[in-house]
């Protein structure tokens, strides 16, 4: 494995997040993962449904391509394995590849460990790192620890994504019948055919379950893949890995250091060298291809036809067929309308029709209340004079400042009153105050005025002015202080606030 | 390089990072919130049966907030988040990265409509498979986006070693990366902490326990300690 060739960035990530990875490395490099898909899985899928034909067990050739998923998993593993570290194969040498990978593993999950929720993770440190199996079983603890939990997720969650596809190709079916053909149609297909027909409906639906499938285990592969490659990132710091490398070129390239060893990379991709031999490409190439159309029309041409005998024989039974009329005398008040349509009088319903009429007339209130809003906020719009309501943030504003003048005067004793508000625990104030006082000192001291507009780089300029250093020093101490807690909520030790109060300016009867 | 990220330049220069979420996480969390209104709606359902006609009024508003109204209100006005996302941990922003207003959530969610054909989600999960920010059309015409909004994984503190100046030159990045080296290095198998230090060779001058010792050493220096 030569980590810098690696196409994927590496970064530390969720597992959730790899496994969107595997979608994206996925959709990078769909063409090459379907193609080989079709070209491994197809021939297998048609012999799987035309055993299902001939055995006459409609549910088998669903059954048996889902069962056989897992060996169609090596082929998208293989594609996007390459993918991400050299380039993604075509599909002849796809094929070819699979007989250099191992076979224990997937003959093991098509037959006693099939139901295997964490089968994507577990298919590429199979095939991919090829260890024993003493050490395998190590090396899948390791693997597995933090995320078990999210590759069981994954396993359903595309279970239900192809289900989904697979409703959804049926349901899109659906769509395109005109309605007023639909319930004859679906009497006559889902009811009828599927009882009268069961091989075309059997083998109907596992063609569609086939290509639901082909839609989605690429992706569960691809993400069991990335969460793989997400947990080695993790176990062996592969961004680190490359970060240092880029840094160890550069700081050589720069020419600092003479000479320099390098360490080979210990860790090695298994089966890093691939010996390319020549095999004959996929098995299973004559299968006998059935044309469902062929067989779709006869039987049911057939079925049609004694189904009209029946029914004619069943209609000439006095006791279905014939025409009766009877007649018979009904008080006129009672025949108006049938009683049974209503039902029984439910529990509550005396609450139940108060309830509705109160809703009723709630519903119309909100009504009239949308229509009046609306009525308003149009008129506003418009800027009608009438309803031109005084402006509510111009009240705000007004209070605001009245605070703010209220405060205005600075007490006498400042450091005094500093002291309590910080030992009162409130310490944003505390500093503020002490930077009001220092701002109002240092502008007696340069008997200048205080203008309101001066932000904290305005003031320490101007401190910087005063004559004597040690007030200079202590007014830019003061407004240190107070931008690190107004901007960052970081407020100075006790010790430190003290010696902010010590002389000038807060105590400004004293010398510095 | 293959990723999910979604950057932004602000008009600052700063690069906002946006993790995109797909189709898989989105599903999971659909499925949730699907559950969660079932038994909601269900277990409504059972006193207002007693009101007659009246109770499935009230059933039908019930089922129609449920509907159109629970992921509007969760978005805008709960952090981009329903119940299923919060699980999930995705977050739904707008395209720039800002929070998710109201009139892009909402057409977000009438546009559900039409992924939701032909009845399964089968044209958004088309969709969010194809998109590579995995959006479904709603997220496309809204200019949504979902991503993930979780924390990132960390490392460990970084282990307390005598602080050491690194050699002059390093780039912002680089130093970060020699940080991320010392926290990481609790989560690492000792060889592999002294394969990754040796790679550094020509910048500590020294190899095995002692690269990775001066390392740490740089990072305990970078990080400010004394």
């Known amino acids: 494995m030569e980590l810098e060739r690696i196409t994927v960035a590496l970064r530390p990530r969720t597992a959730r997040e790899a496994i969107d990875l595997g979608a994206a490395m996925l959709r990078a490099h769909a063409r090459p993962v379907w193609a080989a898909w079709f070209v491994f899985s197809l021939p297998i899928a048609a012999l799987c449904i035309a055993t299902g034909w001939l055995l006459q067990l409609p549910w088998l050739a669903t059954l048996l391509i889902w069962w056989l998923l897992p060996l169609f998993d090596r082929v998208p593993l293989y594609v996007l394995s390459r993918a991400v570290f050299e380039r993604a194969p075509r599909w002849r040498e796809t094929l070819r590849g699979q007989r250099q990978w191992r076979w224990g593993g997937t003959i093991a999950s098509i037959s006693w460990r099939r139901i295997d929720s964490h089968r994507a993770l577990r298919l590429p440190m199979e095939l991919l790192e090829g260890?024993?199996?003493?050490?395998?079983?190590?090396?899948?603890?390791?693997?597995?620890?933090?995320?078990?939990?999210?590759?069981?997720?994954?396993?359903?969650?595309?279970?239900?994504?192809?289900?989904?596809?697979?409703?959804?190709?049926?349901?899109?079916?659906?769509?395109?019948?005109?309605?007023?053909?639909?319930?004859?149609?679906?009497?006559?297909?889902?009811?009828?055919?599927?009882?009268?027909?069961?091989?075309?409906?059997?083998?109907?639906?596992?063609?569609?379950?086939?290509?639901?499938?082909?839609?989605?285990?690429?992706l569960h592969v691809a993400a069991?893949?990335?969460?793989?490659?997400?947990?080695?990132?993790?176990?062996?710091?592969?961004?680190?890995?490359?970060?240092?490398?880029?840094?160890?070129?550069?700081?050589?390239?720069?020419?600092?250091?003479?000479?320099?060893?390098?360490?080979?990379?210990?860790?090695?991709?298994?089966?890093?060298?691939?010996?390319?031999?020549?095999?004959?490409?996929?098995?299973?190439?004559?299968?006998?291809?059935?044309?469902?159309?062929?067989?779709?029309?006869?039987?049911a041409g057939k079925d049609d036809q004694r189904f009209a005998e029946a029914a004619a024989q069943a209609f000439r039974d006095p006791r279905f067929g014939g025409e009766h009329k009877e007649h018979a005398w009904m008080p006129r008040q009672w025949s108006d309308k049938p009683k049974e349509l209503k039902p029984g009088p439910m529990p509550l319903e005396g609450i139940g029709n108060a309830l509705a009429l109160g809703m009723k007339w709630l519903l119309l209130l909100l009504l009239a209340?949308?229509?009046?809003?609306?009525?308003?906020?149009?008129?506003?719009?418009?800027?009608?004079?009438?309803?031109?309501?005084?402006?509510?943030?111009?009240?705000?504003?007004?209070t605001h400042l009245e605070a703010i003048e209220a405060q205005e005067r600075l007490p006498e004793d400042l450091a005094g009153a500093t002291q309590r508000l910080w030992s009162g625990g409130r310490r944003r104030e505390a500093l503020a105050l002490l930077y009001r006082g220092c701002v109002e000192?240092?502008?007696?001291?340069?008997?200048?005025?205080?203008?309101?507009?001066?932000?904290?780089?305005?003031?320490?300029?101007s401190a910087r002015r005063l004559d004597d250093r040690q007030q200079r020093q202590r007014a830019e101490a003061i407004v240190r202080a107070w931008q690190y807690a107004a901007y960052a909520d970081r407020y100075p030790r006790d010790e430190d606030f003290e010696r902010l109060l010590d002389g000038w300016p807060a105590r400004h009867g004293s010398a510095a | 390089m293959l990723d999910t990220l979604r950057q932004i330049e602000t008009p600052e220069g700063v690069f906002l990072r946006l993790r995109a979420a797909g189709?898989?996480?989105?599903?999971?969390a659909w499925t949730i919130d699907f559950v969660l209104r079932l038994v909601v709606f269900s277990a409504a359902m059972i006193p207002l049966s007693l009101f007659g006609s009246a109770g499935s009024g009230v059933g039908a508003l019930l089922m129609f907030v449920l509907m159109w109204a629970y992921a509007v209100v969760c978005e805008v006005w709960f952090g981009g988040q329903t119940l299923g996302k919060r699980a999930m941990g995705l977050r739904v922003v707008s395209a720039d990265g800002a929070p998710v207003t109201l009139v892009p959530s909402v057409l977000r969610n009438l546009l559900r409509v039409v992924d939701i054909l032909p009845g399964v989600y089968a044209v958004g999960l088309a969709s969010t498979l194809i998109d590579p920010y995995g959006r479904r059309l709603g997220d496309v015409i809204a200019g949504t986006l979902v991503i993930h909004g979780g924390e990132l994984?960390?490392?460990?503190?970084?282990?307390?070693?005598?602080?050491?100046?690194?050699?002059?030159?390093?780039?912002?990045?680089?130093?970060a990366v020699i940080v991320e080296f010392a926290e990481r290095c609790g989560q690492l198998t000792p060889q592999r902490q002294q394969e990754l230090a040796d790679l550094l060779q020509p910048l500590t001058g020294c190899s095995g326990e002692a690269g990775v010792q001066r390392l740490l050493g740089y990072a305990n220096w970078l990080l400010g300690r004394t």
């Open chain 1, 131 to 218: 260890l024993a199996a003493k050490q395998r079983r190590e090396r899948w603890r390791v693997l597995r620890r933090p995320i078990g939990a999210d590759a069981t997720g994954l396993a359903f969650g595309c279970l239900e994504l192809a289900l989904v596809m697979f409703m959804g190709a049926f349901l899109f079916v659906l769509l395109f019948i005109p309605p007023e053909l639909l319930p004859d149609w679906l009497r006559g297909s889902v009811g009828g055919v599927a009882h009268r027909t069961p091989e075309v409906t059997g083998a109907l639906i596992a063609a569609v379950a086939y290509l639901a499938w082909s839609a989605i285990e690429p």
């Open chain 2, 153 to 175: 994984p960390v490392g460990s503190q970084v282990p307390k070693v005598a602080p050491m100046a690194p050699p002059p030159g390093l780039a912002p990045d680089e130093q």
């Open chain 2, 23 to 28: 189709a898989l996480p989105r599903a999971q």
């Open chain 1, 369 to 398: 209340a949308l229509v009046v809003a609306i009525a308003v906020y149009v008129a506003r719009r418009a800027r009608l004079p009438v309803l031109a309501a005084p402006s509510r943030r111009q009240a705000v504003l007004d």
């Open chain 1, 224 to 299: 069991g893949f990335a969460l793989y490659l997400n947990r080695r990132t993790q176990l062996e710091a592969w961004d680190v890995d490359l970060a240092f490398r880029r840094l160890r070129d550069r700081w050589l390239a720069a020419g600092r250091v003479a000479a320099a060893v390098l360490l080979a990379l210990a860790c090695a991709w298994p089966h890093g060298a691939w010996a390319q031999k020549t095999a004959a490409p996929a098995e299973h190439k004559d299968v006998p291809v059935t044309h469902i159309e062929d067989t779709f029309a006869a039987p």
């Open chain 1, 441 to 461: 000192q240092v502008a007696t001291a340069l008997q200048l005025p205080v203008e309101p507009d001066a932000t904290e780089a305005d003031c320490l300029r």
